[in-house]
């Protein structure tokens, strides 16, 4: 009797620790995924923000030029915003290869199954990156304006065929297609099937609307004024990429009510849709979350296309929340779009068959360098913004000028601004 007691209760022990260890590898592996994803889809905004400023700064007429420095306003406010790319560009380089790590550590049987056709994908996203890099070296070295606008650009288009490889990768994992699975690998039949991976295209419009909305929300919250003024655009830019941060934002609701309507109601069992889900009371509440989330990211939105920053101190504070709700509201739809799929199965293959089985004080040690480097990459982020200021007296900025958002140079102050 004693003897039966003890096997059955080290069996329910054994099965409580395999649970525990899945967790485990779960939430690491779901962590370092989000924050390279908000990370990547930041980044996309920007270096496409920083390639238009680049292309108007060779266009702006020379009677836009600062008085003090002879530079044009979008010359200046694209150097500034080159700078915050730079920074940005090397924090997604750094989540990006802290999540190989652990898809590499901590989910060991999935590369090998799975490494015929990650192992090719990893391969073109490395050498994008190289190619990227060093072309857009060469040429930003170049003493010619239309060059260094061409390596603007190149890296551009590097960094958003970088992120389409990602999300192929990504998609792959949760609906294998144009593989088959061959003595318990993965063995290539059709390259180009690849690109048929269900949620391919979801993926893919939810990083495009994201990435509107992401740098709209920059864009409101730099030219409000403070210390981040040295980025302060003109109200020519801010209008239309305010509208094109809404139309995100619309395009956001519209994918994830799409993916919620398909989904089975827990209690009935039948397909919902997404007021349904929201309004459902088997306890959803991230989607309740989101969507509150959405509402208050959304007003901010509207308000300050119809108000402006001259407005009422209620409509300030409003405009200021979507700084907070954007990245969040970013957050918990690329869980539900992108991750959430993931938790269960890996590449057509049951999550638990894959996960590491090492000691649960080896996976929670993992967790933790997990935190700390996404930990120390938002306080890298936060040490630049915090730096601004200095930048802004360095460069002789003293602000916003009135609602135009397009920082002045003091005629006092010996700078001759980028070049």
């Not at 003595?183 to 609307?209: E, I, N, P, S």
């Not at 809404?246 to 397909?271: I, K, P, R």
Request: aromatic share 8%; hydrophobic share 55%.
């Amino acid at each position: 009797m004693i003897k039966d007691t003890f096997c059955h209760v080290r069996s329910k022990l054994t099965g409580d620790m395999q649970q525990i260890q899945i967790l485990l590898v779960q939430t690491q592996t779901a962590l370092a995924e989000l924050a390279f994803q908000s990370a990547a889809v930041s980044g996309l905004a920007i270096v496409w923000l920083v390639a238009a400023f680049g292309l108007a700064s060779r266009t702006t007429l020379p009677d836009s030029a600062t008085p003090a420095t002879g530079v044009t306003s979008v010359a200046f406010t694209a150097s500034a915003w080159r700078g915050l790319f730079a920074l940005w560009a090397r924090v997604v380089l750094v989540l990006g290869l802290l999540w190989l790590t652990v898809l590499a550590v901590a989910w060991p049987p999935l590369l090998e199954r799975a490494g015929n056709v990650l192992g090719p994908v990893v391969a073109a996203l490395v050498t994008i990156v190289l190619i990227t890099e060093s072309v857009a070296y060469r040429l930003s070295q170049s003493q010619q304006p239309q060059l260094q606008v061409v390596a603007t650009l190149f890296t551009a288009v590097g960094f958003t065929l970088a992120m389409v490889l990602v999300l192929l990768g990504q998609s792959w994992l949760d609906a294998p297609t144009g593989a088959t699975l061959i003595d318990g690998r993965y063995q290539v039949t059709q390259w180009t099937a690849l690109f048929d991976a269900r949620g391919f295209g979801q993926a893919l419009l939810a990083f495009v609307f994201g990435a509107l909305l992401l740098v709209a929300v920059l864009v409101q919250w730099v030219s409000g004024g403070g210390r981040a003024g040295v980025l302060a655009v003109s109200e020519t830019w801010q209008r239309p990429l305010l509208g094109l941060g809404v139309a995100g934002l619309l395009g956001l609701f519209w994918l994830l009510s799409n993916a919620v309507g398909g989904q089975l109601s827990a209690v009935t069992q039948t397909t919902q849709t997404f007021y349904e889900a929201l309004l459902d009371g088997s306890g959803n509440w991230p989607l309740r979350i989101t969507f509150v989330l959405w509402l208050i990211t959304l007003a901010g939105l509207v308000v300050r296309l119809g108000s402006g920053y001259t407005s009422s101190e209620v409509s300030a504070k409003m405009m200021r929340l979507p700084l907070l709700t954007a990245p969040v509201l970013w957050v918990m739809v690329c869980w539900e779009l992108l991750v959430k799929n993931r938790q269960d199965q890996l590449a057509g293959l049951p999550a638990a068959d894959l996960a590491s089985m090492q000691p649960a004080s080896v996976l929670a040690f993992g967790l933790l360098l997990v935190m700390l480097v996404v930990g120390a990459s938002l306080w890298l982020l936060w040490r630049f913004v915090s730096r601004l200021a200095t930048m802004s007296d360095g460069f002789g900025v003293s602000g916003v000028s009135g609602v135009s958002g397009i920082p002045e140079v003091s005629a006092s102050k010996d700078v001759k601004g980028p070049q």
